[in-house]
């Protein structure tokens, strides 16, 4: 008797990849705020044809770069829950480091004392969050004043200059079209993607910024990454002080003041969740840089400042409004 061998019939193969069209729209979905900034270039741009001019666009991306690098640290404080308001006390602080120093050091120890502060005074706002157990809002709030005090009396209230054209040329010279500030904005913004998306310690602030308790209960170092991230947080600050001591020329107590409010709104425009566990390098990028396009535009069209104010008030509440109900259609959808 013979048998015959059938050929079982060719299992048909599914691309599992995901469509462009598919990738595309979740993209835009998640970055909504991408498509607000290129309206809002057009706009202007046909408005005022001036804003295209390599002048405008290179000061557009120098006030992007200073909220940008400050942003950056800032979006990991807020991924993990916590909060920094000392960040004007800190810039300030570190830039007249930079300019009493300058005279007598290479340009390389000037930067390296700035961002050697900021890790000291992040660290210090760190200690009283975690281990005194003061609320980030109200510590931070104390150490802004302890801070810009210390900067007011380190001065005497004076300007401090930076004479050093070296210095100045480093810091807001163009690296081809670009500034160099809003290249290493770029730079520190990748690795701050990096940190937070592929690393055990982003993980981990992301974690407790979700759910402190469940972290602590899971063994994850939460007290250690708390001060880490305050002081990574600080260095970020001073990097952002850096540069605009080379831009002004100068540093003083008041540089900085009222700077913590454009890094926080860039950060939660950009999509950054404010009770924590989710934080967008990119959405960080593209908050600094709607935030220096408005203020630009305003400029432009002859607007009076403090409608800036309103302006920038308003943007906040309505990216506040529309990430919370973005997320609250999300919830609905994983419950269904």
């Known amino acids: 008797m ?3 061998a059938t050929t079982p019939a060719p299992v048909p193969v599914q691309d599992e990849r995901p469509r462009v069209a598919e990738v595309l729209k979740q993209f835009a979905g998640r970055q909504y ?27 557009v991306l120098f006030q992007a770069s200073f909220v940008g690098l400050a942003a950056c640290g800032m979006t990991m404080l807020i991924a993990s829950g916590l909060l920094d308001l000392s960040v004007g006390g800190t810039i300030a602080v570190a830039s007249i480091a930079v300019a009493k120093v300058l005279p007598s050091t290479t340009i ?9 502060i900021g890790a000291v005074l ?39 200059p930076i004479s050093s054209s070296n210095y100045r040329a480093f810091t807001t010279g163009e690296l081809g079209p670009l500034p160099v500030p809003f ?31 469940a972290a602590v209960l899971a063994g994850l170092p939460v007290n250690r990454t ?23 020329s100068s540093a003083e107590g008041n540089m900085a003041m009222g ?59 309505a990216a506040i409004a529309v990430g919370a109900r973005r997320s609250s259609a999300a919830e609905v959808r994983g419950a269904g």
């Open 33 to 59: 705020l991408l498509g607000v900034l290129v309206v809002l270039c057009v706009a202007v741009g046909l408005a005022r044809p001036a804003f295209w001019g390599s002048g405008n666009l290179s000061n």
């Open 259 to 317: 700077f913590e409010m454009d890094v926080i709104a860039a950060v939660v425009v950009g999509g950054t969740a404010l009770r924590g566990g989710r934080g967008t390098a990119f959405g960080t990028v593209v908050g600094a840089l709607l935030f220096a396009v408005l203020a630009n535009a305003l400029n432009l069209l002859g607007v009076a400042s403090y409608w800036q104010y309103v302006l920038t008030g308003a943007v906040l509440v």
């Open 183 to 213: 290249v290493v904005f770029v730079v520190l913004a990748v690795v701050t993607y990096l940190v937070l998306q592929r690393t055990y310690f982003g993980r981990t602030l992301r974690a407790f910024g979700s759910n402190e308790r």
């Open 108 to 116: 390389g120890a000037a930067v390296l004392l700035a961002l050697v």
């Open 2 to 4: 013979t048998t015959t």
């Open 122 to 160: 992040g660290l210090v706002n760190g200690l009283l969050v975690t281990y005194v157990k003061i609320a980030p809002f109200i510590a931070t709030l104390g150490t802004l004043y302890l801070f810009l005090g210390a900067a007011f009396i380190w001065t005497d209230g004076k300007v401090v």
């Open 226 to 248: 708390k001060v880490a991230v305050f002081v990574v947080a600080g260095i970020c600050f001073a990097l952002s002080g850096v540069f605009m001591a080379g831009r002004l």
